[in-house]
C-alpha cells in the first residue's frame, strides 16, 4: 500500500528530516510531496488527492491557507495531523475544533510515533468518512438523501455558473404508492420503491444526482442542459423507463405511474431552493391534471401473474 502524502512546513531541513524518517521506515510506503508555505499548501490539497497531510501550526493558521478554514478536511478524505514548535494546549485544541485529527509536537517525533500517528489519522478519516456517507443515503434505496443533494447541488450549481451552462431540476413523485401500501403491505410498497430508484437512477448520467427526500418523492439535478425542450424529452424517457414495464414483486406484476415536474437554472432561478419550490409546484400541477381524467383511464393496477 502506498499512501499519498503531503508535508508542508516553512522549514525545509525539518521536511527533509520527516522524508527522511518515512523512507527508511519499512511499515509503509509513502509519495511525498512538500511544499514550504501556506499559500503553496492550500493549492496542492485543492488540486491533488492525499490520504494524510501533515502541516504547520503556522500555515494553517496563516491567511493564505484558505481551505482548512472554507472547506474543512472533513470535505474530503485527506486526515489532517497538525504539527507545532511548542505543546501549547490552546493551539492543539484549535486545530481539532477546525477538523484536524491529530496534534504532534515537532521534536518528540520518532520513527514509531509518527507511523502510529499517520496509521491512526488514517483509521479514524476512514471511519469519519463511511459514517458520513451512511448519514447522507437513503437506507430503503441505497442513493442519496436530501442532505447529499443539498451539498452536491450548491456544488453543481456554482460549476454550472462558471461554464455559463444550464441545469435543471427534476421533482418527481410516485403515483398511487399509499393504494399499494395499503392493499399490499408497506414491505412490498419498500420493494417497489427500490426498484423505481433503480429506473430512475438508470436514466440519468455520471454528472447527475439524483436523491429520494420523501416516503414518494424523489429529486435530481441534470448538468449541461443544451436546451429547454431536451427537458421535455428526458422526462418522457423518464416516465417511459418508470411505468411501461411492469413490476414483479412476490408474484404480483403492478404498474403505477409517475409525475414529474422541472425547473431551469438560471432561467427560472439561480437559487436550489426555489428551483425545487418550482419544479414541486409545476409536478403537483400534472398530478391534479391526471386526476381529473376519466376513470377509464387508470394509472395504476396490479393483478397476480
Not at 431552493?273 to 391534479?288: F, G, H, V
Request: charged residues 25%.
Amino acid at each position: 500500500m502506498t499512501i499519498r502524502l503531503l508535508l508542508a512546513d516553512g522549514d525545509p531541513r525539518f521536511i527533509e528530516r520527516l522524508t527522511s524518517i518515512l523512507t527508511v521506515s519499512t511499515v509503509t510506503t509513502c509519495k511525498i510531496v512538500s511544499r514550504t508555505s501556506a499559500a503553496e499548501a492550500s493549492a496542492a490539497l485543492k488540486t491533488k488527492s492525499f490520504d494524510v497531510a501533515l502541516l504547520s501550526y503556522d500555515i494553517v493558521t496563516d491567511d493564505h491557507f484558505e481551505l482548512f478554514d472554507f472547506y474543512g478536511p472533513t470535505a474530503n478524505r485527506t486526515a489532517i495531523i497538525v504539527l507545532s514548535d511548542y505543546p501549547r494546549k490552546d493551539w492543539a485544541f484549535a486545530a481539532l475544533q477546525k477538523g484536524a485529527v491529530d496534534f504532534i509536537v515537532k521534536n518528540r517525533i520518532d520513527s514509531f510515533d509518527l507511523v502510529k500517528a499517520i496509521a491512526y489519522a488514517m483509521f479514524r478519516k476512514c471511519k469519519e468518512f463511511e459514517l458520513r456517507i451512511s448519514a447522507l443515503r437513503d437506507p430503503l434505496t441505497g442513493i442519496g438523501n436530501r442532505n447529499l443533494f443539498d451539498e452536491q447541488a450548491q456544488t453543481l450549481l456554482n460549476q454550472a455558473k462558471r461554464g455559463q451552462e444550464r441545469a435543471a431540476v427534476l421533482f418527481m413523485d410516485v403515483d398511487g404508492l399509499k393504494a399499494i401500501n395499503d392493499t399490499h403491505g408497506h414491505a412490498l410498497g419498500d420493494r417497489l420503491l427500490n426498484q423505481v430508484a433503480t429506473r430512475i437512477v438508470g436514466q440519468m448520467r455520471e454528472s447527475d444526482v439524483v436523491a429520494r427526500i420523501g416516503g414518494d418523492e424523489f429529486v435530481a439535478l441534470l448538468m449541461h442542459v443544451n436546451a429547454s425542450n431536451s427537458i421535455s424529452m428526458i422526462e418522457r424517457k423518464l416516465n417511459r423507463a418508470v411505468v411501461q414495464t411492469p413490476y414483479q414483486i412476490n408474484g404480483i406484476d403492478i404498474r403505477i405511474d409517475i409525475s414529474c415536474g422541472s425547473a431551469i437554472y438560471p432561467d427560472d432561478s439561480r437559487e436550489i431552493s426555489d428551483l425545487l419550490q418550482i419544479a414541486d409546484k409545476r409536478m403537483y400541477e400534472k398530478k391534479s391534471r391526471k386526476k381529473a381524467r376519466p376513470p377509464h383511464h387508470p394509472v395504476l393496477y396490479w393483478s397476480k401473474s
